[in-house]
C-alpha cells in the first residue's frame, strides 16, 4: 500500500500550527481589555500544563491549538497601549466612551469603542477601527454621523457619551447594548 493512504498516528506527525494573524493596527485596550487579555493568557498557560501531562496524539493536537493562542496573547500583551478613558475629553466620543445613536426610526442603540481584541457586537463592543467606531469618533452630542456599510450608509445621531457603564450611571437598572439592526437608509 502506498504511504500517501496510511493515517500517521504518531505524535511526531502533529506539526505547529501556522501563526494567527496581528492587525497591522496599533493595539490599543482599555484597562478592562488588557485585563481580559492577561486572563486569557494566563487560562491558556494553565491549559498548556494540563495538556502537558497526557501523552496522546489529541492532547498534542489541543496543545497546538494552545501553543498557538499563547503565542499569539504574548505578541498582543507585548504590544498594547492601554488609554484610560478618565484622561479622555468628555464632550467628544473617544476610544473607551459608551455611545448613545439614534438611528433613522427612533430606536437608541449603545455601543462601547474598544480595542480589536476587545470587541464582542453582540454587547455592544465595537473595533476603535470599524466603520462605525470610525463614524462616531471625535463625534459630539448631537452630531449626525454616516455610517458607511456594504448594505448602504446609515445616518445616525449621537445623544449620549459616557465614560462608565451605563448600569453604574442607572443605580442597577437593566440597559439594553446590543448589535444594531437597521434598515438601509439612501440619500
Known amino acids: 500500500m502506498s504511504r500517501a493512504f496510511v493515517k500517521e498516528e504518531t505524535l511526531e506527525a502533529v506539526q505547529e500550527l501556522p501563526a494567527k494573524p496581528i492587525s497591522p493596527h496599533p493595539n490599543y485596550l482599555t484597562p478592562d481589555g488588557l485585563a481580559k487579555l492577561r486572563e486569557r493568557f494566563a487560562y491558556y498557560q494553565a491549559r498548556y500544563a494540563q495538556l502537558g501531562q497526557r501523552d496522546d ?36 466620543v473617544h476610544f473607551g466612551a459608551w455611545v448613545d445613536v439614534k438611528d433613522p426610526h427612533g430606536t437608541i442603540h449603545t455601543f462601547r469603542i474598544v480595542g480589536e481584541d476587545e470587541a464582542d457586537a453582540k454587547i455592544g463592543y465595537i473595533s476603535w477601527v470599524s466603520p462605525l467606531a470610525q463614524a462616531l469618533l471625535d463625534a459630539q452630542i448631537g452630531d449626525f454621523v454616516q ?41
Open 57 to 92: 496524539i489529541g492532547a498534542r493536537q489541543e496543545q497546538l491549538i494552545v501553543e498557538r493562542e499563547l503565542r499569539y496573547l504574548e505578541q498582543r500583551l507585548k504590544s498594547a497601549i492601554v488609554v484610560e478613558p478618565a484622561v479622555q475629553s468628555e464632550d467628544r
Open 147 to 187: 455610517w458607511r456599510r456594504p448594505a448602504g450608509e446609515v445616518e445616525l445621531e449621537v445623544i449620549a457619551i459616557r465614560w462608565q457603564p451605563p448600569t453604574q450611571l442607572l443605580g442597577g437598572q437593566s440597559w439594553t447594548i446590543g448589535t444594531v439592526h437597521l434598515r438601509n437608509v439612501v440619500k
